[in-house]
């Protein structure tokens, strides 16, 4: 965990439009493997580039209590069931807690609808003693794309993108969480074909 957040801020893309705040789900046909049916959920999304979290890929071999003892907190507040997500292929090592705006650190990153990004160890010490936020989830790694590079990915039929809603991105079940944000498109993934056509 570090004192700040990626440099991403919210703002508009090269179209005039921002994906923050809405979800990112793959595709089927999603040719990297590392975000095959994956939901992500967007922080950022400007001219700059953009940068969200995986939402629904737990990583094995490592428990939220696990990691909160190798970082020396001690603690057993109702946040420490959290899973620990794959949130990304970019600076795997680092944390992030994506989580509800009733808690705010001076490096928090408010994103939209009531969801804030914070990304220091202080917010790991409230969620161990139960005064963390409401909701939250945790996140080693993140996904980020360079300028234009997401809108690009976007037109060559790699992502879909819908609003997000707290229900879904907090659920602390992430299997079907794909299934579920592709339902909200009122799109059927079995009805996709793998291989994206353009007319």
């Known amino acids: 965990m570090s004192s700040s957040t990626p440099s991403f801020q919210p703002g508009a893309a090269d ?16 040719p990297d493997p590392r975000f095959a049916k994956t939901v992500i959920y967007m922080c950022a999304h400007s001219a700059e580039g953009a940068m969200g979290l995986v939402i629904n890929k737990p990583m094995d071999g490592l428990t939220f209590p696990e990691l909160l003892e190798q970082m020396n907190i001690a ?5 420490t069931g959290l899973d620990v997500l794959v949130g990304g292929p970019v600076e795997s090592g680092r944390g992030f807690v994506l989580h509800t705006d009733d808690y705010l650190h ?20 409230a969620i161990a003693h139960g005064t963390g936020p409401d909701k939250c989830l ?6 980020g794309w360079g300028p234009g590079q ?26 079907g969480k794909w299934e579920r944000a592709m339902a909200k498109l009122g799109i059927d993934p079995l009805l996709l074909v793998d291989e994206a056509g353009h007319a």
């Open 138 to 143: 945790f996140a080693l790694g993140y996904a």
């Open 15 to 30: 179209d005039g439009t921002s994906l923050s705040g809405r979800f990112l789900i793959a595709m089927p046909g999603m």
């Open 150 to 175: 997401l809108d690009s990915e976007i037109k060559a039929n790699g992502w879909l993108h819908v609003d997000a809603d707290q229900t879904l991105l907090f659920d602390p079940d992430t299997k």
């Open 75 to 79: 603690g057993d507040g109702p946040g």
């Open 106 to 125: 001076d490096a928090s990153l408010m994103v939209e609808g009531g969801v804030a990004l914070t990304a220091t160890v202080d917010i790991l010490r």
